[in-house]
């Protein structure tokens, strides 16, 4: 079992930056890809970036390209998102997620793993 626990959500105003984390415990010497999701109100929860489990491989939804960067560090058992560049239509609540392989997907079925997520809001 892994637990996930995110943190670093809040409030900003538009073109501001936020920094997520995600702190993994339990069975973390297990190889885990992981994965940010987020849901806003009244929609389904969407994919938003992807990191395997040696950090050189990453994808992002087209809509976070070149303003969110996802990082990790193994030694911390820490996921990273670095948002920027924020806009209202960023306001959702962001989950991380683990998947047993060394691979990221983008559909969040393939994760085994969540966090209970952390609210992130956008004033325009």
């Known amino acids: 079992q892994v637990q996930l626990v995110e943190s670093g959500g809040g409030l900003v105003q538009a073109g501001g930056s936020l920094r997520l984390s995600c702190a993994a415990s339990g069975r973390t010497s297990s190889v885990y890809a992981m994965g940010w999701f987020r849901q806003a109100p009244g929609k389904e929860r969407d994919f938003v970036a992807g990191?395997?489990?040696?950090?050189?491989?990453?994808n992002y939804a087209d809509s976070v390209k070149g303003r969110f960067t996802i990082s990790r560090d193994n030694a911390k058992n820490t996921v990273y998102l670095q948002m920027n560049s924020l806009k209202p239509e960023d306001a959702a609540v962001y989950y991380c997620a683990a998947r047993r392989s060394r691979g990221y997907k983008t559909d969040a079925n393939e994760y085994d793993y969540w966090g209970r997520g952390t609210q992130v809001t956008v004033s325009s």
């Open positions: 990191i395997s489990w040696t950090g050189f491989s990453t």
